[in-house]
């Protein structure tokens, strides 16, 4: 039986390592928005690695598996209800990180390639209009302020972010002969994770410094009242042969 039981253990093990080391599946948008207005199509590619000749991919859409079967979930006609977090898996990865897709309703939407953005790095916003509608005099703005003016629509490009450019952003224009604006969008600039650590490696946390500080000058403060004991007993007239003699009060 124990002769049985070896190779099947061994198997299990190998399954459970190879199913450990799988990588999770990517979920890409085409366009790259995450952000659309409704009746925008859209594309959503699972990439990931597939068993030999089997090509079926699994799709999640809030949670609940979907009949979709195939690497692509294409959405024709957005709707409000297409809005919510999409998760795919190929027969050889993991499931994939939640990619979250918004469907608005409105005239003008503003689109960031993304809301969370390292210093340094660039700043993608577009003004983006209901099936593909003209827009003139397009202005961006940042906090309620005038950022940048087109004539003629354009995307708005900060090609290296500083903590200052984070905001509150919206877009507006004239679409026929209304004036149209698009709801705000949060962008957050940060610095880069991968610098603070290193810094911090260098230099240790303020409440480090300040314990480190106060402990050394209360051993400087004891050191210096020690010998200043010392030497007053030292020139007493009680000091005799290294000890200390006491008297009675007279």
């Known amino acids: 039986m124990w002769q049985l039981l070896r190779p099947a253990a061994l198997l299990l093990l190998v399954s459970a390592d190879t199913r450990a080391d799988l990588s999770k599946a990517v979920v890409l948008l085409d366009p790259q928005w995450d952000r659309v207005l409704r009746n925008d199509s859209v594309t959503l590619t699972c990439q990931g690695a597939y068993p030999v000749e089997d090509n079926s991919t699994k799709w999640w859409h809030n949670g609940t598996l979907t009949s979709k079967q195939t690497s692509s979930y294409f959405i024709a006609d957005a709707q409000v209800e297409d809005s919510g977090k999409y998760k795919c898996q190929t027969g050889l990865s993991a499931p994939s990180d939640p990619v979250k897709l918004e469907v608005h309703v409105g005239w003008l939407l503003l689109q960031p390639t993304q809301r969370v953005v390292n210093a340094g790095e660039p700043i993608q916003l577009k003004c983006h209009s209901w099936k593909k509608t003209p827009v003139v005099k397009v202005q961006y703005f940042q906090n309620g302020r005038g950022k940048k003016f087109f004539h003629w629509n354009s995307d708005f490009r900060i ?3 500083k903590l200052e450019d984070s905001g509150s952003y919206f877009c507006r224009g004239i679409i026929g002969t209304k004036n149209e604006s698009s709801e705000s969008v949060q962008i957050t600039v940060v610095q880069d994770l991968e610098t603070l ?25 004891d050191t210096g009242l020690y010998f200043s004991v010392q ?6 007239k009680e000091w005799r042969d290294g000890k200390v003699t006491w008297s009675k009060d007279p």
């Open 197 to 221: 650590q290193t810094v911090s490696s260098f230099f240790p946390p303020w409440h480090q410094i300040t314990f480190c500080l106060v402990m050394g000058l209360l051993f400087a403060v």
């Open 159 to 161: 090609p290296k972010a």
């Open 231 to 236: 030497r007053d007993l030292r020139n007493s």
